[in-house]
């Protein structure tokens, strides 16, 4: 889209609005119609073996493709300001557009085959934008994206081989496929799709690359971190469900697995002072709880939360890159503060998204978080999912207070602000977002029954869920006014992760860059150029061209006799193949 119109911003912005309008009339028209097409290309067709190219279009495939063009249009608008002056500003547009691309073709395409384009389109855009800056250490925080998503990309083509020796890749009838697959081949194939997920969605152990993409421009963490690239591998979960839930052992690895990941980033947001990284660690936060839910079951509430968080987390990140862009660059929470004066919308719009992630009463978050919450309270919980959830939720209530209190409440550190008011560019995407942000929960719950099932929980979870936001209030203003030396050195502890970035940075990456040296060395120079490629070609000429001129010594007949036998083994052999 951005080649053709030339890099222009506002037009391509225009277009995107535009195209989540018409997915918006879709969505109302195929719900209340309740139609669902699949459609099949096919491609190529030997015997009873065919080839296709299969397109979903379903209502939950186009409110999904609506809301990524909403937000993704909304950031065109944004940069318009937010880039001004950059280098490259044209080939940026052309990069968010085919990242649209990339995403458009993972949503509406259910077989796994095709699917891998906008799956690895994601993963090769994300890291030229994360690399946008051009420095080392945007090109050191690229390494690790791209290295980490390399990872998921050869568990998910396992899961495609897999599904290439029954000869089916589409995701319709999979459940069927179980009766003809051995149970240790079908449990390869959902673990293979779980951890390429979770690669994707940066879930535990490989979530290092997430803070560190950080260093891409705030527009591209506004759509790349809140609905594209982080929410991919949650949407593929949601997409073969029905294959992860008929594999129990595979549900729970990715129960505990969320647990942990929601746990962690929660405890590292409550200590960390970037700014965007805290946004960064709140979304890892969420991944968690949509990967919670898909374990237990509850798909539709996970792509329910999904929709609702996209949202709202891509308005905070707008939120972000106006403070940022305010404080001449500075992402430290410790050097912004009081932009409650400063800035009264953009306060506005911050608490309005904040509100939305700590699950405020009558806004979006609040309708898919507080679902999923009751339904697991309903169901037979485990004491130890039942802890570490209480505890996610109040971390998530206490990360959500200090953020929007240092920002709009806090003093400003030394940094010299610039400023000015705010401008035309940042207020239309803000306001259209935060809009979004206060109606969307509501009006997909109301329309949809799914949402809408009534659970009567008891009256002491009711008021639990009460007793547990005044908690995260509590511990939230003591992180804002406590100066002890302990809480310090646990801050240390914490804000290294656990010393996971060792883990799924360095680790993972030395084992990428050492299979690459392998392969390159054992295919690329040895197989592929010595063997079978122009290496091998020229030294059996040169062989050829040797046996040829000692037998034209010897005698001509001998080389005519030569040349025959030759030529005529050949039409022998390719005459058997043809027979076969």
Not at 305 to 332: E, P
Not at 370 to 392: K, T
Not at 424 to 438: C, G
Not at 549 to 572: D, E, P, Q, R
């Amino acid at each position: 889209m951005g080649v053709f119109i030339g890099g222009g911003s506002i037009l391509s912005a225009l277009i995107l609005l535009f195209y989540s309008l018409v997915m918006l009339i879709f969505v109302v028209y195929s719900f209340l119609n309740s139609y669902s097409f699949l459609i099949e290309i096919v491609l190529i067709k030997v015997g009873v073996f065919s080839f296709s190219f299969p397109v979903l279009l379903s209502w939950e495939n186009y409110m999904v493709s609506m809301v990524v063009c909403f937000i993704s249009g909304s950031v065109l608008l944004y940069s318009k300001v937010y880039m001004e002056g950059e280098h490259n500003y044209s080939r940026f547009i052309n990069l968010v557009c085919l990242f649209v691309l990339s995403m458009n073709l993972l949503i509406f395409i259910p077989s796994l085959m095709f699917l891998f384009l906008g799956w690895d389109g994601l993963g090769i855009v994300s890291f030229i934008l994360v690399i946008y800056y051009q420095n080392k250490n945007s090109l050191a925080s690229g390494m690790i994206t791209v290295l980490t998503n390399r990872l998921g990309d050869v568990f998910l083509f396992l899961s495609i081989t897999m599904s290439s020796c029954l000869g089916y890749w589409c995701w319709v009838g999979f459940e069927a496929l179980k009766g003809s697959m051995m149970h240790v081949d079908f449990f390869i194939f959902a673990l293979s799709l779980v951890v390429a997920a979770m690669t994707k969605s940066a879930q535990f152990p490989f979530c290092a690359w997430l803070p560190a993409a950080m260093a891409a421009p705030t527009p591209v963490s506004a759509l790349v971190h809140s609905s594209t690239l982080v929410t991919a591998g949650v949407f593929l979960l949601c997409r073969f469900s029905g294959v992860l839930l008929m594999n129990v052992e595979v549900c729970k690895m990715l129960y505990l697995v969320s647990l942990l990941t929601m746990m962690m980033s929660g405890m590292v947001c409550c200590v960390e002072w970037d700014m965007k990284k805290v946004i960064a660690f709140s979304t890892l936060s969420q991944l968690g709880v949509m990967m919670f839910s898909v374990s237990l079951g509850m798909v539709n509430f996970g792509m329910f939360h999904l929709v609702t968080h996209a949202v709202f987390k891509a308005l905070m990140f707008l939120c972000a890159g106006f403070v940022i862009s305010y404080c001449n660059h500075s992402q430290d929470f410790r050097c912004v503060g009081g932009f409650w004066w400063l800035s009264p919308f953009m306060s506005g719009s911050l608490i309005a998204s904040v509100f939305c992630l700590g699950g405020m009463p009558f806004l979006s978050g609040f309708y898919s978080k507080d679902l999923i919450l009751e339904e697991f309270l309903m169901g037979n919980m485990s004491m130890v999912g039942m802890v570490c959830l209480v505890l996610a939720t109040v971390l998530t209530i206490c990360y959500s207070l200090r953020l929007c209190v240092i920002v709009t409440m806090g003093k400003s550190g030394l940094i010299e602000m610039k400023g000015g008011g705010i401008k035309v560019y940042y207020i239309i995407p803000m306001f259209m977002l935060e809009a979004l942000s206060v109606i969307e929960g509501s009006l997909i719950q109301s329309s949809y029954s799914s949402y809408s099932s009534l659970n009567f929980v008891f009256e002491y979870m009711k008021k639990s869920l009460v007793f547990l936001f005044v908690v995260g209030v509590l511990i939230g203003y003591f992180l804002l006014n406590s100066k002890k030396k302990y809480f310090y050195s646990m801050m240390n502890f914490i804000y290294s992760i656990m010393f996971l970035g060792d883990v799924s940075g360095q680790v993972v990456g030395k084992m990428g860059l050492s299979m690459a040296k392998s392969s390159f060395e054992v295919l690329d120079q040895g197989l592929f150029e010595k063997i079978l490629g122009g290496s091998g070609l020229k030294k059996l000429g040169q062989s050829l061209s040797l046996v040829t001129m000692k037998i034209g010594h010897i005698n001509s007949m001998y080389m005519i006799m030569f040349y025959f036998i030759v030529g005529y083994s050949l039409f022998m052999l390719v005459s058997l193949m043809l027979k076969v």
